[in-house]
Structures are given as C-alpha cells and as structure tokens.
C-alpha cells in the first residue's frame, strides 16, 4: 500500500511538473520575443525553495508543486514600460494562448515515444453479447454472436477499440465490419446517439471479450510519429464531445482533483512507460482546453477581456476592475481544487474505485 502510494505520488507529480513546465515555457519565450518583461519564472507555488536571478528574471523553485507561474509586468496596467498590457491585441492573445499551445504540441512529443516504446496490449476476440430493443445497431441489422473486426476500416484489437472508436463519432455514421456466425462478412452502417437511454450505450450493444491473448508491440519511428499525431487530434475530439454530451444529456461533468488524479496515475503507470506517457499527453491537452475556458483567472479569463476590448476598439476596462475580477476567479478555483480534493478522499476512504 505505501509503495503504491510512493509510486502515484512521484508519478503525478513528475508528470504535473512536466506539463507545468512546458505550459509556462510557452508563456515564457513568446512574453520574451514580444519584449514584455518577466520579473519571475516559477515552478510551483511559494513559498521559494531555492531561486537566482538572470537579467531581469527570478527564476524560482517552490514548496508546492501543483502548479507554476510566470509573473509579467502590467498584466492588466498598459502605463508600465515593457508591461504585456501595453501590447498590441494581436501579441497579448499569442502570449495568452502560448501556454496552451505548448501542452498540446507536448503530447504529439508523447504519443510519439508511447508508440516507440515497447509495450503490452491485450488482443481478444470480440464479440457482440447482446443487443437493446429499438437501438440504432438492432435497427442496423447488428445481431448477438457477431464478431466485431473493424470500425470505419481500422482494425478492432480489444474492447477498449469499440469504444473508443464509437465515442469518437457519436452523432455521425460509422461502417462496422462484422463477421456474422456463419462466417460471412457485412458492413453495417450505424449512428452513435449523443444521449442514449440508461444502460443502452451510444449505439446499443453489450460486447465481451474472447480468446484474450497479451501481446507485445511497438512502431518504427516513420509510423509512431504519424500515430502520435492522429492519437493528439482524436483526444481533442474527445474531449469536444464529452463537452457537448453535458449539454445535450444536461448532466454535470465528472470531476477529479489532484488527489483522483495522482490515484489514477499511479494505476496506469504500474502498466510501464507507454501508458504513462500516453495518460500524460491527455492530462497536458486537458490542461490545455481547461486554461482557456472563460473563466476569471485563467488565460481564458484574461483573453475575455481582450476581445472586449476589441469590439471596443481599443478601450479597456480599468485595470484595478480586471485585477480584481482575475483575483476573486482564482480564489474560485483554488476553493474548487480543495472542495474536489475533499471529495476524492472521501471516495477513496469509502473504496470507490476512481479509475474509469
């Protein structure tokens, strides 16, 4: 038990401080090209752990590492030399979004050397166990006993395919090839339900896996960079839909702070390297699409107030108004971060399982 603690933990938190990194990085480098000054790069949050100075820059370690910061002059005040708010529009919003760009350029990087390394995958037969009265895939012609080969012609390997590939099209047709058990072969179109009934899934059916078998694999670099490419756009695709699944089911979506986070992460890495780094890379596009959410506080928030200043052309919103609003967001957020913490503990003591 202490050691698959010892393990989540340092897992969770080389991954966060990686992704951390490479986020403020971007805000870093992009602030530094357009000449706005940075008085300090940190890692984590204060109090400082160790720092030095370079140029105009503090660079710092902090004690709490479940986050960083990369402090500009004049955020919000345009009267301070060198300050981001004395900016033009267009390189305010590249500084901004830089963070974000960086965490979803990160992830191809570790998609990529997910499927370079070499790793166990479980290979089964499936098969279709049953099918919902009434569902898209009866009304298809998709029947008990049939044996799923591939979905829009990519292979189905294990379980975890179909669902992958049928959540990755929900509200558009997908050809599934199925061997029928006479052993002819039929493509049967079918339509993925954004809001499905209770228990049913997305297109109906109930599947198991048969003759399981673990396998070893791994891809040359001409075919993992490729890979790790299409993996990176299909998680923002994802994630898309699971947004727009809250909207049309109107259910609350499901939340996890750092502490289900380091949990879940301790789990995949017991998998090896290539899950981890393959976990990573969605935590880092999650953190990318989060921080710019509309939300005071975030780099969402602040480009909120650019566009407005836009359609205004030119004329800003005191900075004493946007500071105050930015500060009263991220207090926000922090009490969200503990209350979601409290909340995963108190699963975690009742022994709820918070992998998915």
């Known amino acids: 038990m202490l050691i698959t603690a010892i393990i989540s933990i340092v897992s969770f938190l080389g991954i966060l401080l990686a992704l951390v990194f490479a986020h403020e990085f971007g805000h870093f480098i992009t602030a530094k090209m357009a000449r706005v000054k940075v008085e300090e790069f940190g890692i984590g949050f204060p109090p400082k752990l160790f720092s030095f100075k ?24 345009p009267s301070t030399p060198g300050s981001l708010a004395s900016k033009s529009i267009p390189v305010r919003f590249l500084v901004l979004t830089a963070g974000s760009l960086m965490n979803i350029i990160l992830p191809i990087f570790l998609l990529t050397m997910s499927y370079l390394i070499p790793h166990d995958i479980m290979q089964e037969k499936v098969l279709i166990k049953d099918v919902a009265t009434g569902s898209p895939a009866q009304i298809a012609g998709i ?36 061997q029928k058990q006479d052993q002819s072969l039929k493509v049967i179109a079918v339509k993925p339900r954004w809001n499905p009934p209770a228990g049913q899934g997305a297109i109906g059916i109930a599947i198991t896996g048969m003759e399981s078998t ?30 727009t699944s809250w909207f049309v089911r109107q259910t609350a979506p499901q939340l996890t702070g ?15 390297i290539s899950p981890l780094l393959a976990f990573a890379a969605l935590i880092s596009i999650n953190l990318a699409v989060i921080n710019l959410f509309p939300f005071p506080g975030l780099d969402g928030g602040r480009l909120v107030f650019l566009f ?3 359609i205004r052309h030119g004329k800003r919103i005191s900075p004493k108004k946007e500071g105050l609003v930015h500060l009263i967001g991220l ?24 992998v998915p």
Not at 143 to 152: A, C, H, S
Not at 258 to 272: C, D, L, Y
């Open 54 to 77: 370079r140029g105009e820059t503090v660079y710092s370690l902090n004690a709490i590492p479940l986050g960083g910061f990369t402090k500009l002059v004049g955020e919000e005040d």
């Open 143 to 178: 029947e008990p006993g049939d044996t799923v080969l591939k979905i829009n012609n990519r292979k189905v390997i294990n379980r975890a395919d179909v669902s992958y590939l049928i959540h990755l099209n929900l509200g558009s047709e997908v050809n599934i090839l199925i």
């Open 214 to 243: 673990k396998i070893r694999e791994s891809y040359p670099a001409w075919e993992a960079l490729p890979l790790g490419i299409r993996h990176c756009w299909e998680i923002l695709v994802l994630f898309r839909n699971e947004v």
């Open 258 to 272: 750092p502490v289900g986070i380091a949990t879940i992460t301790g789990e995949v890495a017991k998998g090896g």
């Open 308 to 310: 407005i200043e836009w």
């Open 331 to 354: 207090i926000t957020l922090i009490l969200l971060i503990v209350a979601i913490s409290y909340f995963d503990i108190m699963r975690i003591i009742q022994g709820e399982n918070l």
